[in-house]
Protein backbone atom coordinates (compact mmCIF):
# COMPACT_ATOMS: atom_id res chain seq x y z
CA UNK A 1 0.00 0.00 0.00
CA UNK A 2 1.62 3.63 -0.69
CA UNK A 3 1.48 6.28 1.23
CA UNK A 4 -1.19 8.45 -0.33
CA UNK A 5 -3.30 5.26 -0.17
CA UNK A 6 -2.91 4.39 3.22
CA UNK A 7 -3.96 8.11 4.15
CA UNK A 8 -7.23 8.01 2.11
CA UNK A 9 -7.88 4.46 3.49
CA UNK A 10 -7.39 5.71 6.92
CA UNK A 11 -9.57 8.82 6.26
CA UNK A 12 -12.25 6.59 4.83
CA UNK A 13 -12.21 4.38 8.29
CA UNK A 14 -12.01 7.20 10.03
CA UNK A 15 -15.59 8.22 8.78
CA UNK A 16 -16.86 5.38 9.12
CA UNK A 17 -15.65 4.98 12.83
CA UNK A 18 -17.83 8.50 13.30
CA UNK A 19 -20.48 7.85 11.31
CA UNK A 20 -21.05 4.63 13.57
CA UNK A 21 -20.88 6.17 16.76
CA UNK A 22 -23.16 9.40 15.98
CA UNK A 23 -25.91 7.03 14.50
CA UNK A 24 -28.68 4.68 16.69
CA UNK A 25 -26.88 2.41 18.99
CA UNK A 26 -27.91 -1.04 18.57
CA UNK A 27 -27.80 -4.18 20.73
CA UNK A 28 -26.72 -6.66 18.32
CA UNK A 29 -23.67 -8.55 18.96
CA UNK A 30 -22.32 -8.34 15.43
CA UNK A 31 -22.36 -4.91 14.58
CA UNK A 32 -20.99 -4.52 17.76
CA UNK A 33 -17.92 -7.00 17.08
CA UNK A 34 -17.78 -5.16 13.34
CA UNK A 35 -16.97 -1.72 15.18
CA UNK A 36 -14.60 -3.47 17.30
CA UNK A 37 -12.92 -4.93 13.98
CA UNK A 38 -13.39 -1.40 11.99
CA UNK A 39 -11.33 0.57 14.99
CA UNK A 40 -8.63 -1.91 15.67
CA UNK A 41 -7.89 -2.31 11.79
CA UNK A 42 -7.95 1.80 11.74
CA UNK A 43 -5.24 2.09 14.84
CA UNK A 44 -2.79 -0.17 13.04
CA UNK A 45 -3.27 1.42 9.51
CA UNK A 46 -2.86 4.42 11.15
CA UNK A 47 0.00 3.56 13.23
CA UNK A 48 1.44 1.84 10.62
CA UNK A 49 1.30 4.91 8.34
CA UNK A 50 2.99 7.29 10.87
CA UNK A 51 5.75 4.86 11.51
CA UNK A 52 6.75 5.09 7.90
CA UNK A 53 6.28 9.33 7.92
CA UNK A 54 8.59 9.28 11.17
CA UNK A 55 11.11 7.42 9.49
CA UNK A 56 10.88 9.24 6.27
CA UNK A 57 11.22 12.54 8.27
CA UNK A 58 14.28 11.09 10.03
CA UNK A 59 16.07 10.74 6.33
CA UNK A 60 14.46 13.78 5.15
CA UNK A 61 16.22 16.29 7.53
CA UNK A 62 19.43 13.89 8.64
CA UNK A 63 21.26 14.65 5.66
CA UNK A 64 21.06 18.51 5.98
CA UNK A 65 21.90 18.49 9.64
CA UNK A 66 24.96 16.13 8.87
CA UNK A 67 25.89 18.76 6.49
CA UNK A 68 25.59 21.75 8.27
CA UNK A 69 27.75 19.59 11.21
CA UNK A 70 30.68 19.31 8.91
CA UNK A 71 30.34 22.25 7.45
CA UNK A 72 30.82 24.35 10.92
CA UNK A 73 32.76 21.83 12.32
CA UNK A 74 35.79 24.93 12.88
CA UNK A 75 33.54 27.86 14.16
CA UNK A 76 31.45 25.37 16.38
CA UNK A 77 34.94 24.30 17.73
CA UNK A 78 35.64 28.21 17.85
CA UNK A 79 32.24 28.79 20.37
CA UNK A 80 33.05 26.01 22.63
CA UNK A 81 37.00 26.66 22.84
CA UNK A 82 35.66 29.83 24.64
CA UNK A 83 32.88 28.66 27.17
CA UNK A 84 36.38 28.39 29.97
CA UNK A 85 36.82 31.82 29.31
CA UNK A 86 35.27 35.19 30.75
CA UNK A 87 33.79 36.71 27.54
CA UNK A 88 32.30 33.45 26.63
CA UNK A 89 31.12 31.81 30.17
CA UNK A 90 27.80 32.92 29.73
CA UNK A 91 27.74 31.12 25.99
CA UNK A 92 25.77 28.15 27.20
CA UNK A 93 22.94 30.15 28.83
CA UNK A 94 22.82 32.00 25.44
CA UNK A 95 22.06 28.45 24.39
CA UNK A 96 19.59 27.47 26.55
CA UNK A 97 17.73 30.53 26.18
CA UNK A 98 17.54 30.01 21.98
CA UNK A 99 15.86 26.35 22.83
CA UNK A 100 14.03 28.26 25.07
CA UNK A 101 12.58 30.57 22.51
CA UNK A 102 11.54 27.35 20.44
CA UNK A 103 9.98 25.58 23.32
CA UNK A 104 7.56 27.83 24.46
CA UNK A 105 6.14 28.11 20.62
CA UNK A 106 5.98 24.31 20.38
CA UNK A 107 2.28 23.73 19.73
CA UNK A 108 2.15 26.84 16.97
CA UNK A 109 5.10 24.86 15.14
CA UNK A 110 3.51 21.33 15.75
CA UNK A 111 0.16 22.71 13.93
CA UNK A 112 2.22 23.78 11.06
CA UNK A 113 2.07 22.40 7.55
CA UNK A 114 5.22 22.71 5.42
CA UNK A 115 5.11 24.85 2.74
CA UNK A 116 8.48 24.90 1.20
CA UNK A 117 9.76 28.51 -0.20
CA UNK A 118 12.00 27.41 -2.89
CA UNK A 119 13.13 30.61 -4.62
CA UNK A 120 13.96 32.95 -1.45
CA UNK A 121 14.63 30.21 0.94
CA UNK A 122 17.36 29.04 -1.90
CA UNK A 123 18.96 32.60 -2.06
CA UNK A 124 19.19 33.13 2.28
CA UNK A 125 21.04 29.15 1.85
CA UNK A 126 23.05 30.63 -0.46
CA UNK A 127 24.34 33.93 0.54
CA UNK A 128 24.85 31.89 3.82
CA UNK A 129 27.22 29.72 2.07
CA UNK A 130 28.89 32.55 0.33
CA UNK A 131 29.31 34.20 3.55
CA UNK A 132 30.91 31.15 5.00
CA UNK A 133 32.98 30.60 2.54
CA UNK A 134 34.32 33.75 2.13
CA UNK A 135 35.18 33.10 5.77
CA UNK A 136 36.98 29.72 5.48
CA UNK A 137 39.54 31.57 2.19
CA UNK A 138 39.72 34.84 4.34
CA UNK A 139 40.94 33.32 7.35
CA UNK A 140 38.23 34.96 9.52
CA UNK A 141 36.77 32.38 12.03
CA UNK A 142 34.04 35.64 12.78
CA UNK A 143 32.31 35.77 9.30
CA UNK A 144 32.21 31.78 9.38
CA UNK A 145 30.41 31.65 12.64
CA UNK A 146 28.30 34.61 11.42
CA UNK A 147 27.04 32.75 8.61
CA UNK A 148 25.43 29.93 10.30
CA UNK A 149 22.48 32.40 10.37
CA UNK A 150 21.39 33.00 7.37
CA UNK A 151 22.34 29.21 6.61
CA UNK A 152 20.08 27.60 9.11
CA UNK A 153 17.20 30.30 7.88
CA UNK A 154 17.90 29.25 4.38
CA UNK A 155 17.16 26.17 5.43
CA UNK A 156 13.98 26.14 7.32
CA UNK A 157 12.48 28.40 4.64
CA UNK A 158 13.72 25.54 2.03
CA UNK A 159 11.87 22.95 3.89
CA UNK A 160 9.04 24.48 5.94
CA UNK A 161 8.24 27.60 4.07
CA UNK A 162 7.34 31.18 5.82
CA UNK A 163 5.16 29.41 8.59
CA UNK A 164 7.91 27.81 10.24
CA UNK A 165 10.50 30.90 9.28
CA UNK A 166 8.11 32.88 11.29
CA UNK A 167 7.70 31.14 14.98
CA UNK A 168 11.91 30.51 14.24
CA UNK A 169 13.72 34.00 12.40
CA UNK A 170 13.87 34.84 16.49
CA UNK A 171 15.72 31.58 17.72
CA UNK A 172 18.33 31.04 14.82
CA UNK A 173 18.56 34.99 14.75
CA UNK A 174 19.75 35.06 18.92
CA UNK A 175 22.50 32.74 17.89
CA UNK A 176 24.63 36.28 16.64
CA UNK A 177 25.31 36.67 20.18
CA UNK A 178 27.57 33.48 20.18
CA UNK A 179 29.56 34.89 17.50
CA UNK A 180 30.50 38.00 18.84
CA UNK A 181 29.43 39.93 16.09
CA UNK A 182 27.72 42.25 18.53
CA UNK A 183 31.10 42.32 20.62
CA UNK A 184 33.02 43.37 17.59
CA UNK A 185 30.69 46.04 15.93
CA UNK A 186 30.43 47.95 19.84
CA UNK A 187 34.05 47.37 20.49
CA UNK A 188 34.99 49.20 17.73
CA UNK A 189 32.72 52.30 19.46
CA UNK A 190 34.79 51.83 22.65
CA UNK A 191 36.50 54.65 22.29
CA UNK A 192 33.02 56.73 22.68
CA UNK A 193 31.85 53.99 25.20
CA UNK A 194 34.77 55.61 27.55
CA UNK A 195 34.05 59.36 26.71
CA UNK A 196 30.80 58.49 27.88
CA UNK A 197 31.60 56.58 30.85
CA UNK A 198 33.95 59.19 31.79
CA UNK A 199 31.58 61.96 31.15
CA UNK A 200 29.07 60.31 33.54
CA UNK A 201 31.43 59.52 36.22
CA UNK A 202 32.39 63.17 36.14
CA UNK A 203 28.43 64.41 36.40
CA UNK A 204 28.14 62.13 39.58
CA UNK A 205 31.39 62.26 41.13
CA UNK A 206 30.70 66.41 41.09
CA UNK A 207 26.89 66.17 42.01
CA UNK A 208 28.31 64.20 45.37
CA UNK A 209 30.33 67.24 45.86
CA UNK A 210 33.83 66.41 44.59
CA UNK A 211 36.29 68.43 42.74
CA UNK A 212 36.84 66.65 39.42
CA UNK A 213 38.08 67.88 35.69
CA UNK A 214 37.83 65.44 33.22
CA UNK A 215 39.94 65.55 29.90
CA UNK A 216 38.41 62.72 27.54
CA UNK A 217 39.24 59.72 29.20
CA UNK A 218 40.99 61.45 31.95
CA UNK A 219 39.02 61.81 35.54
CA UNK A 220 41.58 63.30 37.33
CA UNK A 221 40.46 64.45 41.38
CA UNK A 222 42.41 65.60 44.13
CA UNK A 223 43.45 62.32 45.84
CA UNK A 224 43.58 60.12 42.34
CA UNK A 225 43.60 60.40 38.53
CA UNK A 226 41.53 57.78 36.77
CA UNK A 227 41.63 56.45 32.81
CA UNK A 228 38.63 54.68 31.68
CA UNK A 229 40.29 52.50 28.99
CA UNK A 230 39.12 50.37 26.34
CA UNK A 231 38.66 47.20 29.18
CA UNK A 232 36.80 49.66 30.82
CA UNK A 233 34.38 50.65 28.31
CA UNK A 234 31.77 47.95 29.84
CA UNK A 235 30.80 46.51 26.18
CA UNK A 236 31.05 43.11 26.84
CA UNK A 237 28.90 43.46 29.63
CA UNK A 238 26.64 45.93 27.82
CA UNK A 239 26.55 42.60 25.00
CA UNK A 240 25.30 39.91 27.22
CA UNK A 241 22.60 42.83 29.22
CA UNK A 242 21.51 42.94 25.45
CA UNK A 243 21.50 38.94 25.18
CA UNK A 244 19.69 38.63 28.16
CA UNK A 245 16.80 41.90 27.25
CA UNK A 246 15.64 40.16 23.77
CA UNK A 247 14.51 36.75 25.88
CA UNK A 248 12.96 39.15 28.38
CA UNK A 249 11.38 41.53 26.11
CA UNK A 250 9.45 38.70 24.20
CA UNK A 251 8.56 37.26 27.75
CA UNK A 252 6.90 39.87 29.25
CA UNK A 253 6.12 42.69 26.86
CA UNK A 254 2.71 42.33 24.65
CA UNK A 255 3.41 44.84 21.63
CA UNK A 256 6.50 45.48 19.49
CA UNK A 257 7.12 48.68 20.40
CA UNK A 258 6.89 48.25 24.16
CA UNK A 259 9.81 44.86 23.04
CA UNK A 260 12.10 47.27 21.37
CA UNK A 261 12.13 49.90 23.87
CA UNK A 262 13.27 46.91 26.85
CA UNK A 263 15.48 46.05 24.05
CA UNK A 264 17.60 49.14 23.99
CA UNK A 265 17.47 50.09 27.59
CA UNK A 266 19.78 47.37 27.98
CA UNK A 267 22.22 49.48 26.26
CA UNK A 268 21.33 52.76 28.09
CA UNK A 269 20.96 51.05 31.38
CA UNK A 270 25.06 49.38 30.92
CA UNK A 271 26.77 52.64 30.04
CA UNK A 272 24.86 54.57 33.08
CA UNK A 273 26.22 51.85 35.44
CA UNK A 274 29.30 51.54 34.08
CA UNK A 275 29.56 55.40 34.75
CA UNK A 276 28.46 54.67 38.17
CA UNK A 277 30.84 51.91 39.25
CA UNK A 278 33.28 54.18 37.34
CA UNK A 279 32.80 57.09 40.24
CA UNK A 280 32.00 54.74 42.83
CA UNK A 281 35.67 53.45 42.21
CA UNK A 282 37.13 57.70 42.52
CA UNK A 283 34.69 57.74 45.73
CA UNK A 284 36.47 54.29 47.14
CA UNK A 285 39.83 55.65 46.92
CA UNK A 286 39.34 58.37 48.81
CA UNK A 287 38.29 56.77 51.70
CA UNK A 288 40.41 53.74 51.38
CA UNK A 289 43.84 55.06 50.48
CA UNK A 290 46.09 52.52 48.25
CA UNK A 291 43.58 49.84 48.41
CA UNK A 292 42.29 47.60 45.40
CA UNK A 293 40.59 49.92 42.85
CA UNK A 294 37.88 47.21 42.10
CA UNK A 295 37.20 47.00 46.52
CA UNK A 296 36.51 44.64 48.24
CA UNK A 297 35.92 41.26 46.56
CA UNK A 298 35.77 43.11 43.31
CA UNK A 299 32.86 44.66 44.27
CA UNK A 300 33.51 47.24 41.64
CA UNK A 301 34.72 44.92 38.71
CA UNK A 302 33.02 45.51 35.45
CA UNK A 303 30.69 42.34 36.21
CA UNK A 304 28.86 44.57 37.98
CA UNK A 305 27.51 46.14 35.02
CA UNK A 306 25.81 43.10 34.34
CA UNK A 307 24.45 41.85 37.56
CA UNK A 308 23.11 45.23 38.76
CA UNK A 309 22.45 46.33 35.41
CA UNK A 310 20.19 43.00 34.81
CA UNK A 311 18.27 43.70 38.35
CA UNK A 312 17.44 47.07 37.15
CA UNK A 313 16.21 45.97 33.49
CA UNK A 314 14.01 43.58 35.24
CA UNK A 315 12.21 46.94 37.54
CA UNK A 316 11.96 48.20 33.92
CA UNK A 317 9.87 45.88 32.18
CA UNK A 318 7.77 45.17 35.58
CA UNK A 319 6.84 49.24 34.62
CA UNK A 320 6.57 48.83 31.06
CA UNK A 321 4.02 45.66 31.78
CA UNK A 322 2.02 48.44 34.53
CA UNK A 323 1.57 50.58 31.67
CA UNK A 324 0.56 48.62 29.15
CA UNK A 325 -3.71 48.61 30.10
CA UNK A 326 -4.53 46.42 26.85
CA UNK A 327 -2.68 43.78 27.64
CA UNK A 328 -4.89 42.10 29.91
CA UNK A 329 -7.89 42.69 28.43
CA UNK A 330 -6.76 41.32 25.45
CA UNK A 331 -5.71 38.31 26.60
CA UNK A 332 -8.96 37.65 28.43
CA UNK A 333 -11.05 38.23 25.82
CA UNK A 334 -9.35 35.99 23.53
CA UNK A 335 -11.15 32.77 22.48
CA UNK A 336 -9.13 29.82 24.51
CA UNK A 337 -7.33 27.73 21.31
CA UNK A 338 -9.00 24.22 20.65
CA UNK A 339 -6.31 21.60 21.28
CA UNK A 340 -8.58 18.73 20.62
CA UNK A 341 -8.22 20.41 16.30
CA UNK A 342 -4.37 21.49 16.69
CA UNK A 343 -3.98 17.48 18.56
CA UNK A 344 -5.86 16.23 15.39
CA UNK A 345 -4.07 18.88 12.85
CA UNK A 346 -0.73 17.84 13.86
CA UNK A 347 -1.87 13.71 13.91
CA UNK A 348 -3.23 13.88 10.37
CA UNK A 349 -0.80 11.98 8.12
CA UNK A 350 -1.50 14.11 5.20
CA UNK A 351 -0.33 17.45 6.66
CA UNK A 352 2.81 15.02 7.16
CA UNK A 353 3.18 13.12 3.67
CA UNK A 354 5.53 14.45 1.39
CA UNK A 355 4.48 16.41 -1.61
CA UNK A 356 6.17 17.09 -4.81
CA UNK A 357 6.95 20.31 -3.31
CA UNK A 358 9.17 19.19 -0.84
CA UNK A 359 11.06 16.93 -1.99
CA UNK A 360 12.01 19.76 -4.93
CA UNK A 361 13.38 21.47 -1.77
CA UNK A 362 15.13 18.54 -0.59
CA UNK A 363 16.86 18.45 -3.97
CA UNK A 364 17.80 22.32 -3.44
CA UNK A 365 18.97 22.26 -0.25
CA UNK A 366 21.57 18.78 -0.26
CA UNK A 367 23.02 19.89 -3.72
CA UNK A 368 24.28 23.62 -1.92
CA UNK A 369 25.12 21.77 1.04
CA UNK A 370 27.44 19.63 -0.44
CA UNK A 371 29.04 22.03 -3.09
CA UNK A 372 29.61 24.51 -0.09
CA UNK A 373 31.33 21.52 1.62
CA UNK A 374 33.34 20.54 -1.19
CA UNK A 375 34.75 24.56 -1.72
CA UNK A 376 35.12 24.65 2.29
CA UNK A 377 37.71 21.33 2.57
CA UNK A 378 39.36 21.29 -1.02
CA UNK A 379 39.80 24.97 -2.33
CA UNK A 380 43.14 26.01 -0.47
CA UNK A 381 45.27 28.46 -1.19
CA UNK A 382 49.04 27.67 -2.65
CA UNK A 383 52.40 28.30 -0.94
CA UNK A 384 53.98 31.08 -2.70
CA UNK A 385 58.04 31.69 -2.20
CA UNK A 386 59.42 34.89 -1.78
CA UNK A 387 61.38 35.35 -4.88
CA UNK A 388 64.38 37.26 -3.23
CA UNK A 389 65.17 36.67 0.51
CA UNK A 390 64.48 39.37 2.74
CA UNK A 391 68.19 39.41 4.20
CA UNK A 392 68.70 41.33 0.77
CA UNK A 393 66.93 44.55 2.39
CA UNK A 394 70.17 46.85 2.04
CA UNK A 395 71.73 47.17 6.16
CA UNK A 396 72.68 50.75 5.72
CA UNK A 397 70.33 53.43 4.61
CA UNK A 398 70.13 57.27 4.79
CA UNK A 399 73.20 57.60 7.51
CA UNK A 400 71.47 54.80 9.59
CA UNK A 401 73.23 51.53 10.09
CA UNK A 402 71.65 47.91 11.43
CA UNK A 403 72.42 44.99 13.00
CA UNK A 404 69.85 41.86 13.46
CA UNK A 405 68.01 41.09 16.21
CA UNK A 406 65.15 38.66 18.18
CA UNK A 407 64.41 40.78 20.78
CA UNK A 408 62.16 42.82 19.43
CA UNK A 409 58.74 43.90 21.02
CA UNK A 410 56.17 41.51 20.81
CA UNK A 411 53.50 43.83 20.02
CA UNK A 412 55.39 44.59 17.21
CA UNK A 413 55.87 40.93 16.09
CA UNK A 414 52.90 39.08 18.28
CA UNK A 415 53.86 35.67 16.25
CA UNK A 416 56.26 34.32 13.47
CA UNK A 417 55.86 34.97 10.14
CA UNK A 418 57.20 31.87 7.47
CA UNK A 419 59.93 34.51 6.40
CA UNK A 420 60.96 37.72 8.81
CA UNK A 421 63.34 40.58 8.73
CA UNK A 422 64.15 42.16 12.53
CA UNK A 423 66.85 44.94 12.76
CA UNK A 424 67.59 47.99 14.66
CA UNK A 425 69.16 51.18 12.74
CA UNK A 426 70.88 53.89 14.37
CA UNK A 427 72.55 57.03 13.16
CA UNK A 428 74.73 57.63 15.97
CA UNK A 429 72.44 60.61 17.34
CA UNK A 430 70.26 59.26 19.60
CA UNK A 431 67.90 58.22 16.30
CA UNK A 432 66.75 54.61 16.73
CA UNK A 433 64.36 52.94 14.19
CA UNK A 434 62.90 49.37 14.64
CA UNK A 435 62.14 47.20 11.48
CA UNK A 436 59.63 44.23 11.45
CA UNK A 437 58.88 42.86 8.02
CA UNK A 438 56.82 39.44 8.09
CA UNK A 439 56.04 37.52 4.85
CA UNK A 440 53.46 34.54 4.75
CA UNK A 441 53.68 32.44 1.68
CA UNK A 442 50.32 31.69 2.73
CA UNK A 443 47.66 32.84 5.27
CA UNK A 444 45.45 31.02 7.38
CA UNK A 445 44.00 31.39 10.75
CA UNK A 446 46.82 30.96 12.72
CA UNK A 447 49.27 33.09 11.22
CA UNK A 448 47.96 36.01 8.84
CA UNK A 449 49.39 39.63 7.91
CA UNK A 450 45.85 41.05 9.55
CA UNK A 451 45.40 39.69 13.52
CA UNK A 452 43.16 41.33 16.00
CA UNK A 453 46.51 41.36 17.85
CA UNK A 454 47.95 43.83 15.74
CA UNK A 455 44.68 46.21 15.78
CA UNK A 456 45.93 48.27 19.06
CA UNK A 457 47.93 50.05 15.88
CA UNK A 458 44.54 51.29 13.81
CA UNK A 459 43.85 52.87 16.93
CA UNK A 460 44.28 56.81 16.15
CA UNK A 461 45.34 55.99 13.46
CA UNK A 462 46.40 58.52 10.47
CA UNK A 463 48.06 59.26 7.26
CA UNK A 464 51.63 59.56 6.63
CA UNK A 465 52.54 59.91 2.74
CA UNK A 466 56.12 59.28 2.10
CA UNK A 467 58.27 60.37 -1.27
CA UNK A 468 58.35 57.61 -3.75
CA UNK A 469 60.78 57.55 -6.92
CA UNK A 470 57.87 58.35 -8.97
CA UNK A 471 55.13 59.51 -6.91
CA UNK A 472 53.97 59.68 -3.54
CA UNK A 473 53.21 56.74 -0.87
CA UNK A 474 50.71 56.08 1.80
CA UNK A 475 51.31 54.10 4.33
CA UNK A 476 50.12 54.56 8.19
CA UNK A 477 51.01 56.17 11.45
CA UNK A 478 50.13 55.44 14.78
CA UNK A 479 51.70 55.68 18.29
CA UNK A 480 53.02 53.10 20.88
CA UNK A 481 53.14 53.94 24.51
CA UNK A 482 55.31 51.84 26.46
CA UNK A 483 55.46 52.24 30.33
CA UNK A 484 57.46 55.84 30.41
CA UNK A 485 58.18 56.07 26.59
CA UNK A 486 56.76 56.15 23.35
CA UNK A 487 57.32 55.89 19.99
CA UNK A 488 55.86 56.68 16.24
CA UNK A 489 54.83 53.59 14.66
CA UNK A 490 54.49 53.29 10.95
CA UNK A 491 53.13 49.83 9.41
CA UNK A 492 51.65 49.02 5.99
CA UNK A 493 50.47 45.64 4.38
CA UNK A 494 51.16 44.74 1.39
CA UNK A 495 49.74 42.08 -1.56
CA UNK A 496 51.27 41.86 -4.71
CA UNK A 497 51.92 45.33 -5.68
CA UNK A 498 49.39 46.89 -3.56
CA UNK A 499 50.16 49.12 -0.50
CA UNK A 500 47.35 48.26 1.97
CA UNK A 501 46.27 50.35 4.53
CA UNK A 502 43.19 49.40 6.14
CA UNK A 503 42.09 46.24 7.52
CA UNK A 504 39.11 45.62 5.52
CA UNK A 505 40.08 46.32 2.29
CA UNK A 506 42.98 43.74 3.15
CA UNK A 507 40.59 41.17 3.93
CA UNK A 508 38.50 41.56 0.84
CA UNK A 509 41.81 41.36 -1.15
CA UNK A 510 42.76 38.34 1.13
CA UNK A 511 39.70 36.33 -0.29
CA UNK A 512 39.47 38.07 -4.09
CA UNK A 513 43.12 36.69 -4.34
CA UNK A 514 42.23 33.21 -3.00
CA UNK A 515 39.01 33.22 -5.25
CA UNK A 516 40.39 34.26 -8.16
CA UNK A 517 44.50 33.60 -8.29
CA UNK A 518 44.28 30.72 -5.62
CA UNK A 519 47.00 32.41 -3.72
CA UNK A 520 46.97 35.12 -0.68
CA UNK A 521 50.44 35.43 0.34
CA UNK A 522 51.18 38.99 1.85
CA UNK A 523 53.86 40.76 3.92
CA UNK A 524 53.51 43.20 7.06
CA UNK A 525 55.86 46.15 7.39
CA UNK A 526 55.93 47.68 11.06
CA UNK A 527 58.74 50.57 11.86
CA UNK A 528 58.96 52.17 15.23
CA UNK A 529 60.86 55.40 15.65
CA UNK A 530 61.94 57.39 18.35
CA UNK A 531 64.34 60.38 17.48
CA UNK A 532 64.37 63.39 15.12
CA UNK A 533 61.10 63.71 12.98
CA UNK A 534 63.80 65.14 10.05
CA UNK A 535 65.81 62.49 10.94
CA UNK A 536 63.04 59.71 10.90
CA UNK A 537 61.60 61.17 7.37
CA UNK A 538 64.75 60.59 5.69
CA UNK A 539 64.92 57.35 6.53
CA UNK A 540 61.53 56.40 5.12
CA UNK A 541 61.82 58.24 1.87
CA UNK A 542 64.92 55.85 1.16
CA UNK A 543 63.29 52.72 2.99
CA UNK A 544 59.87 52.18 2.13
CA UNK A 545 59.79 52.23 -1.72
CA UNK A 546 62.90 50.22 -1.30
CA UNK A 547 60.50 47.62 0.66
CA UNK A 548 57.60 47.85 -1.39
CA UNK A 549 59.92 47.16 -4.56
CA UNK A 550 61.70 43.91 -2.79
CA UNK A 551 57.92 42.43 -1.40
CA UNK A 552 56.57 43.32 -4.95
CA UNK A 553 59.49 41.29 -7.26
CA UNK A 554 57.73 38.04 -6.59
CA UNK A 555 56.26 35.56 -8.34
Known amino acids: MSLRTGVRYSSFLAETYT?????????????????????????????????????????FYSLPITFIALLYQEPISHILGQWHTLGGAHFPLLIAVSLYLIWIQRSNIRSLQPEPALVSGTLVLA????????????????????????VLLGVILLLGGFSYFKYLFLPVSYLI???????????????????????????????AGFSVFRDEILIMMPHISLLVVSGCSGVNQIVTLLALAVPLAFMTQSTLVRK?????????????????????????????????LHGPYETFAASVIFFFGFGVMILFSMVLNRTDKNRRTQEDNSPPPDKTQQQFESSDPEQKSFSGKRLASYLFVIPVLALTLGLVHYYHPRYVE????????????????????????????PFPAHEELMRVYEDGQNNRIELYIGYFGIQDRERKIIDYRRSWMHRQVSRQEVAGSDNKIAINKSRRSHQSSESDVYFWYQMDHRIIRNQYAGKFFTF????????????????????????IMYFLEEAVPLIKTHLSGRS
Open 512 to 535: TDTLLKRKNNAAVVVIRARGSDHR
Open 127 to 150: TGCFILFAGKIGSTILVQQVSIVP
Open 386 to 413: LESPLTLIPSHMAGFSAWETDDLDQRLR
Open 177 to 207: FLTGCIDYLLGSFAIYFQQITAWISTLLLRA
Open 19 to 59: VTHTGTVTDSDTKTNNQTTHMAKYTLTLHSINIQVTLLHLF
Open 260 to 292: IILISSALIIGIVVNGMRVAMIGIYALYDEGAS
